[in-house]
């Protein structure tokens, strides 16, 4: 996992409520057993008409957006599908932050395993910055992960993250590898588990038997 | 989430500390998942990540995959997978599971289906448990006590290796239902209602528990599709106290379980409810005497009206970015703010999905159609929510209702859910659908979905048009 400190770059305001991740990501681009080429895929519908052409009103495709880090969006960013390719489809297109008032949850955990960056604000704080973003002149934003502040060309906020999430960021953290150094703890509960519920043992293979 | 000092317990709080293996830190536990579902699409990556490591599934035994989301449903006795990505996709589950000793249902497995449906049918889902599956729709497995929620890809990969989970506690929701449902109503109704009450968010960062006794009234089928759509309110698991009709569900279900070890099992999961004392960060309480056939108008499922009400006016809506919302979505379904649902014409019908394709649901569609046709111009199509369902639907007599009346009568699998094989909506065409998500381009580029009950959309493909069951007569 990469170490990343500093944010900075072109914001692009997206301010749709609910942006769901069948639309960050629609389902035609799933179909591969690898992340390669997902950015592609990223915001499809609003990018490309049916024709597969570009849609010249879309912030992404202005040029002043074409190279933008950020996104500032609307509550509930990510809500709906589990789909983790919507966040590695998000860093392949260049996106290493989202700033919104909330989140969707499946969504907020995929994309701090990721290291893309969810920034909650205050919806006023979001609408603020979304105010400096709309003017391509004001489009930088610079976000601190160390200090956990975001700056745009009026605004200065602050945002948390918890102690766990900020350390993924900062130091590069491997996840499995920190849990597996508990692995006989994790063998020993199981096992006292299943003495006081045996009938949570393999049950997936003791199903799997009996339906041949 | 409250403390482990007090004495006073939800049920959340007890599925959560009884899975507990370490607390991490303040916010968060390393939770032991009993069960770990996959499908095609949502596991590839994490089985390439175990490779590139080098590291192994810790207990396969309690892992489980199925091929759902992408197979073709065509009514033909063996499914073959023609698109090349997608087959690969199937094969490429079939091989990690092989390779991992997995148990794996394969696309023409005899009991192949949706993912949540097959798991608990076959007695897979257990009070008391914690169950994990890169899937949001994990929810609906609260419907039998059990703790479920939707995770990533990265995390898929954490479970598969460790059987464990990195978990941030939820805070605790209560939603208390009195009365009983009326006439012409469903879960599916209720939950719609739920969800345009409290928003798509509403429930955004909870673990919430249904109780009641118009809940406890639900047979545990009108359950599942309930918890299955409090993730479209964001919730982090639904949970019902499992109670007698939970016991008499399972006790089909579990033929590993007689005698002594039945009441073994029925010993512990009796306990299985929240404290008398027990507090909740968040409470809300609805009558279900208000519950009316819902059906939703725009592309989030909190944007649902009972099908006496209208859809919005713009000027009534104070709140500019909600305008802005609405104002969006009804541009995308191409309906007018302030006008009605009922009569809105519609060119498809999608009977299936994790929500409402099991034999319940099959049941109510049948007493809808029997004896009627579906409207020309109408292309109706039910797809079963397992090989189970449709087995005991033609058992039933129920296929040959839907094939007398003109529905298509298709193999198992997600399907038009989400549209990810080749059932995909043209771009236009207006869906009434027993699914969960409306979002855009969800069953299509360009296409619209009205979710809403399977007797609702039974109702639909009888008259063509979106139409009050309540009226339709006997
Ligand atoms: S039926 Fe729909 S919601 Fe359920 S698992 Fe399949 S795609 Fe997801």
Known sequence: MTRLSKIEGVAAPLPIANLDTDQIIPKQFLRRIDKAGLADGILYDMRFDSNGDKRGDFVLNQPAYADSKILVA??????????????????????????????????????????????????????????????????QICIDIEAMTVRSHSQSASFSLSERHRRMFLEGLDMIGATLSMEDQIRAFAQAHWQHKPWLKDIAATTRKRLV | MSTSTQTSKTLYEKLVETHTVARLDDQNVLLYADLHIMNEYTSPQAFAGLAQTGRKVLQPGQNLAVVDHIIPTHPTTIRVIQDADSALQASNLKRNCEMHGIPFYDANDRYQG????????????????????????????????????????????????????????????????????????????????????????????????????????????????????????????????????????????????????????????????????ATFDAEYSFDAADVEPYVTWGTSPDQAIPITGCIPELSSIEDETERQ??????????????????????????????????????????????????????????????????????????????????????????????????????????????TNRNFEGRQG?????????????????????ITDVRNLGA
């Open chain 2, 114 to 277: 949706v993912e949540h449906v097959i798991v608990p049918e076959h007695g897979m889902v257990r009070p008391g448990m914690v169950i994990l599956c890169g899937d949001s729709h994990t929810t609906t497995y609260g419907a039998l006590g059990a703790l479920g929620f939707g995770i990533g890809t990265s995390e898929v990969e954490h479970v598969l290796a460790t059987q464990t989970l990195v978990y941030r506690l939820a805070r605790t929701m209560r939603i208390h239902v009195s009365g009983r449902l009326p006439f012409g109503t469903t879960s599916k109704d209720l939950i719609l209602m739920i969800i345009r009450k409290i928003s798509a968010q509403g429930a955004r960062g909870y673990a919430v528990e249904f109780c009641g006794e118009a809940i406890h009234a639900l047979s545990i089928e009108a359950r599942f599709a309930l918890c299955n759509m409090a993730v479209e309110a964001g919730a982090r698991g639904a949970l019902i106290a499992p109670d007698q009709m939970a016991f008499d569900y399972l006790t089909q279900r579990c033929p590993d379980l007689k005698g002594e070890s039945l009441a073994q099992a029925l010993n512990d999961w009796r306990h299985l409810r929240s404290d008398a004392g």
């Open chain 1, 74 to 139: 609307g509550q509930n960013f990510g809500c709906g599908s589990s789909r983790e390719h919507a966040v590695w489809g998000l860093l392949e297109f260049g996106i290493k932050a989202v700033i919104a008032p909330s989140f969707g949850e499946i969504f907020y955990s995929n994309a701090m395993n990721n290291n893309l960056l969810l920034v909650a604000l205050e919806e006023n704080a979001v609408e603020a910055i979304l105010r400096d973003v709309i003017n391509p002149q004001y489009s």
């Open chain 2, 325 to 434: 919302t609405v104002d969006r979505a009804l541009r995308y379904t191409r309906l007018s703010p302030g006008s009605a649902l009922e009569g809105v014409p519609v060119q498809h019908i999608f009977i299936g999905s994790c929500t409402n394709a099991r034999i319940e649901d099959l049941r109510a569609v049948a007493e809808v159609v029997k004896g009627r046709k579906v409207a020309k111009h109408v292309r109706a199509m039910i797809v079963p929510g397992s090989g189970e369902v449709r087995r005991q639907a033609e058992v039933e007599g129920l296929a040959d209702i839907f094939l007398d009346a003109g529905f298509e009568w298709r193999q198992p699998g997600c399907s038009m859910c989400l549209a990810m094989n080749d059932d995909v909506l043209a771009p236009g065409i207006r869906c009434a659908s027993t």
């Open chain 2, 445 to 465: 580029r360009e296409a619209i979905t009205h979710l809403m009950s399977p007797a609702m959309a039974a109702a639909a493909a009888v008259t063509g048009c």
